[in-house]
């Protein structure tokens, strides 16, 4: 029958923490977790059946949208499946102007989930600090091609633009304010008493449990897998740069936040290196003027700041539009681990682990 | 006659008027600094710099609609927040701002009462606005109000017995519950008590942030909480005194700080007299110099801190905080017995 | 935006097979001898392998992907489907897996008719749980053994599966529709 010593809590698609519109329904017993059952589809708009109408070119902008944080992420991702099926070969320039962009998108985005997750917390402050920074990039962005947010910014072969002068004189400087700001977060959170106490322990999940439950990104290093795929399946330049892969060791939401942290700072590396070796050239490969790979399919993965960004493309080879379309969204895989996650814990650690995860609902629900 | 009725009339007209805008502006004074420290600039339209902004915040809440919830204790409903505010104000009666001035000739003490148990009324005041909470939360008949005003008042319930044992290790030192008296044993000490008793300034600080649940002890009326807090059902002026209390509240803790342990309206160092000269500021200035800075980190740490969980914040009060304050109350005895 | 271009549709996956000088990888080779008639066809495109598989074996073949230390794809990237309508069986569910510490990938193929239920795999990977809800819930594939089978992404009393191909793009026409009882009984909800 009923067990009446039981709770069960809405956590709406409102809600000041969900990060967009995501429904979590608890069951407590008392104050603890026992159960969370996550509801999505608030934000779907059949972004996989569009596309099967849509030119090969029209795509870029849809899935701008679909992780709208880290959009030129997307655009990296669709557009180097595309190159692959049709084995184009992308010129030298193009590959380093589009790793800049993949990692200052990456810092963009653990920006955003840096402020966000501080605020769940209660550290309001970190909120203004790091949307500081995110806006100084948004402006690196509108010089190079004009939006803030959706940005359109790769074509499939190489780019549309090629960088703005002193353009590279901007990203430079922008890198050493942010080597010093993200100083500035570490004096404010890493060792903070009440941060440790809220993050340590919380949300402990092993690196065998994380690897079998589809985690990948931040959240599967934070548990000590070395997984990668800018070093483990290298694209556009990566294999030409030299970064370390910061890992976490105990698997909880503090091992999260400080393999995150790091990443600011090996991002920036990146760029350093890859505006020193930035090759002349052409920005956009030998291009056939109407799009049709070959019949076949493929998948293909990059390292989105969320974790594995997946597109799985099927050409039925004479048809201008994708037959099957398909995102693998790290967003979604990582979400199924919070139910696992939540477990046993407290309800006010339930917005911390929604924060620990970083999701964005766009790319959840496509 | 005069003396025995005007004087105290007009000293009690004139303290509550000045609270009153104090705790009205002090909205205005948290929004600006969590604003500078966050580089931003606040509230800039309501008058130059937004200094009328609290005036149009109060015209705002006056003309607000008057809900009521549907099966809520009309009388207690409405009696919870006055039952929250006034204990603050009227804590205000024993607190020295100075000792003596003359005023057209006359001598006019700069507190409304010196009753030699001020302490004691002090602690008491406070100890009646957590009953505002709990019918706040009972009167809203709502499951999530109630549950959070347990707890809130749970919480501060803790962190009152932190307070008082803590007090009783001052009262030692002092030999006095008057707070006047208080002041004159630090004159007569030579110097302020934050030097002699740090471990009981911390406690007093740390339990004072919990007392008026402001961050990082905030957890109960956060946002991100799934309950709204006790005032959830509030709104129009009965949630704006909610509001002031807290502020009020948050007066009180720092002019009962200042008094205790930075000496009240005395000069720093009064013992050394080569900074006699610094006696020509007024003693009441320097205690509201000395209160604003108090409520100036009230609200930095406010803008700085994250927030703690309940049961982090609970274990804090308890397993902390009150053996400290036992500690320091045995270590206070010996030592004015032994020396 | 563009319209496609009207050709027939087509009979089914490209598929082609490995070029004759490549030969396929060793852990391959031993399902085909552990699992002799589970590999239907191999096929290679622009550097990814595809087995396709029988849907009876495929749990079998899953666990020995997961375990085999020449495969150890221990991590399954992605579950999804293709529907290819001319085809009797039209479903192509198309399961991509990695593996962490031999870093090689490859794509396991199962069909399927309409009607016809697939074995899950969520006891080999757990993460496979979500990725079939969404596979069943746009293109109403059964997986049996699914701990959890119901919709994720639409509502829980939609009727229909949006993904396959022969539904429309504009949906069940609910935005023609002017009288809101009208759009309600079509969503099956409780009206008075």
Redesign the interface.
């Given at each position: 029958m009923f067990d009446t010593n039981e709770l069960v809590?809405n956590?709406g698609p409102q809600h000041?923490?969900t990060h967009g519109v995501l429904r979590v329904v608890l069951r407590l017993d008392g104050?603890r977790v026992i159960d969370a059952n996550v509801v999505i589809g608030y934000l779907h708009r059949g972004i996989e059946k569009l596309c099967e109408y849509r030119d090969w070119g029209q795509i870029v902008l849809i899935t701008d949208r679909m992780d709208y944080i880290a959009a030129a992420s997307n655009n990296l991702g669709y557009c180097e499946t595309v190159e692959k099926l049709m084995s184009l070969e992308v010129p030298p320039r193009a590959r380093y102007i589009r790793t800049i962009l993949a990692e200052l998108q990456r810092i963009a985005s653990h920006c955003l989930w840096l402020g966000t997750h501080?605020m769940?917390?209660?550290?309001?402050?970190v909120f203004?600090?790091a949307f500081?920074e995110r806006e100084l990039i948004l402006d690196l962005f509108e010089d190079y091609c004009g939006a803030r947010l959706t940005y359109n910014a790769m074509r499939i072969g190489g780019l549309p633009l090629d960088i703005p002068p002193r353009w590279d004189a901007k990203v430079r400087a922008f890198c050493d304010i942010l080597d010093e700001k993200v100083n500035e977060y570490e004096e404010?959170?890493t060792h903070?008493r009440?941060?440790l106490?809220?993050t340590r322990r919380v949300g402990v999940i092993s690196g065998e449990e994380a690897v079998a439950i589809g985690l990948s990104g931040p959240a599967l290093r934070g548990s000590g897998v070395a997984r990668d795929i800018r070093k483990d399946e290298p694209y556009a330049a990566y294999a030409d740069f030299e970064f370390d892969v910061p890992l976490g060791s105990d698997g909880d939401t503090y091992d999260r936040y400080l393999v995150r942290l790091e990443e600011f700072r090996q991002s920036t590396r990146i760029i350093r290196q890859a505006l020193d070796g930035l090759p002349e050239g052409p920005i956009i490969g030998k291009v056939p003027r109407l799009i049709k790979p070959p019949a076949g399919e493929t998948y293909h993965a990059i390292e989105s700041p969320k974790g594995e960004l997946g597109y799985f493309i099927v050409s039925d080879g004479k048809s201008n539009v994708p037959y099957r379309f398909r995102v693998r969204p790290p967003s979604f895989c990582n979400l199924q681990a919070l139910p696992r996650l939540v477990k046993g814990h407290?309800?006010?650690?339930v917005?911390a682990l929604i924060g620990s995860i970083d999701i964005v609902l766009g790319e959840v629900d496509r | 006659m005069l003396e025995t009725y005007l004087v105290p009339l007009l000293k009690i007209v004139v303290l509550l008027n000045a609270v009153l805008v104090a705790v009205t502006y002090m909205v205005l004074l948290e929004r600006k600094v969590?604003a500078w420290?966050?580089?931003?600039l606040g509230p800039m339209r309501v008058g130059p710099h937004g200094v009328l902004q609290p005036i149009a915040d109060a015209i705002k809440l006056l003309l607000k609609e008057d809900i009521t919830p549907a099966r809520a204790d009309r009388w207690v409903f409405t009696l919870a927040p006055i039952v929250s505010m006034v204990p603050a104000l009227i804590a205000f009666a024993v607190i020295p701002f100075d000792s003596a001035i003359t005023l057209f000739g006359y001598p006019i003490t700069m507190y409304v009462a010196d009753i030699n148990v001020g302490l004691l009324y002090i602690v008491a005041t406070t100890s009646i606005s957590v009953y505002g909470i709990i019918l706040a939360g009972y009167a809203s008949n709502s499951k999530f109000p109630l549950l959070a005003g347990l707890r809130a008042s749970a919480q501060l319930i803790s962190y009152e017995v932190a307070i008082t044992m803590m007090l009783v290790s001052l009262v030692v030192m002092a030999g006095t519950l008057s707070m006047v008296g208080i002041v004159r044993a630090q004159l007569e000490a030579g110097m302020w008590y934050v030097f002699v008793q740090p471990v009981a300034f911390v406690i007093l600080f740390i339990g004072g942030l919990a007392e008026t649940n402001r961050?990082?002890f905030?957890?109960p009326e956060?946002?991100?909480?799934?309950t709204g807090g006790f005032h959830t059902e509030y709104s129009g002026m009965r949630f704006a005194l909610f509001f002031l209390a807290e502020y009020a509240n948050m007066i009180v803790v720092s002019a009962v700080a200042t008094t205790l342990f930075l000496g009240g309206w005395l000069r720093p160092f009064p013992n050394v007299g080569a900074l006699a000269f610094l006696d020509l500021v007024p003693g009441w200035i320097w205690f509201l110099g000395k209160t604003f800075v108090f409520l100036y980190v009230f609200i930095w740490i406010r803008?700085?801190?994250?927030?703690?969980?309940?049961?982090?914040l609970m274990r804090l009060g308890w397993k902390v905080l009150i053996p400290l304050a036992i500690a320091n109350l045995v270590v206070t005895g010996l030592l004015k017995v032994l020396l | 935006m563009a319209e496609p271009t009207r050709i027939a549709p087509p009979a089914g996956p490209p598929d082609p097979p490995p070029p004759a000088d490549l030969p396929p990888p060793d852990f391959i080779r031993a399902i085909e001898d552990r699992f002799p008639g589970a590999v239907q066809k191999l096929s290679y495109w622009v550097g990814d392998w595809t087995i396709v598989l029988d849907a009876g074996r495929l749990v079998d073949v899953a666990t020995y992907l997961r375990d085999a230390p020449g495969a150890l794809f221990t991590f399954c990237s992605d579950v999804t489907a293709s529907d290819w309508p001319p085809r009797p069986k039209r479903f192509d569910v198309v399961y991509s897996l990695y593996s962490i510490p031999l870093r090689h990938r490859v794509r396991l193929k199962v069909q399927a008719g309409d009607g016809d239920a697939v074995p899950t795999v969520t006891r080999v990977w757990p993460s496979a749980n979500w990725l079939e809800r969404e596979v069943f819930d746009l293109f109403g594939i059964v997986f049996a053994g699914h701990p959890d089978l119901r919709r994720i992404l639409m509502p829980d009393d939609w009727q229909g599966h949006p993904q396959r191909k022969d539904y429309p793009l504009e949906g069940p026409g609910e935005l023609l529709i002017e009288d809101p009882v009208e759009w309600l009984k079509l969503r099956q909800a409780d009206i008075e």
């Open positions: 809590i956590m000041p923490s104050e501080a769940d917390i209660g550290a309001m402050t203004l600090y500081r404010l959170l903070n009440i941060w106490e809220r407290l309800v006010a650690d917005v | 969590i420290v966050q580089v931003r961050a990082p905030d957890l956060a946002e991100q909480e799934l803008a700085t801190l994250p927030r703690y969980r309940y049961d982090q | -």
